[in-house]
């Protein structure tokens, strides 16, 4: 069993900045794919930003420039910087992996952009 909990979502203003952490614990030995998703009212789940455990990276369109992805293998934390927020950005954001055929979601952390 792999145990996801988020944390650093908040209230901020348009343009400004957050940093969500995400700690994997549990039963693991090697977490590879790590990821950062996100929900708004009334919308499908969406994919925000993924890393690989050697660092490769991707995007949505839509955070591109703005977003940045990161991890700590050493602390099996993944991390997610975001810059210039926008209240389009306004949702639950989760974090993901998939580990021995699983895949292990967060509760998430709610995120609120005030124009």
């Known amino acids: 069993q792999v145990q996801l909990v988020e944390s650093g979502g908040g209230l901020v203003q348009a343009g400004g900045s957050l940093r969500l952490s995400c700690k994997a614990s549990g039963n693991i030995f090697t977490i590879n794919d790590m990821g950062w998703y996100r929900q708004a009212p009334g919308k499908q789940r969406e994919l925000v930003a993924t890393i690989t455990r050697v660092g490769t990276t991707t995007y949505a369109d839509s955070v591109k420039g703005r977003f940045t992805i990161s991890r700590d293998n050493a602390k099996d934390t993944v991390y997610l910087q975001m810059n210039n927020l926008k209240p389009e950005d306004t949702a639950v954001h989760y974090c993901?992996?998939?580990?021995?055929?699983?895949?292990?979601w967060g509760k998430g952390t709610l995120v609120t952009v005030s124009s």
């Open positions: 993901n992996t998939y580990y021995r055929g699983k895949d292990y």
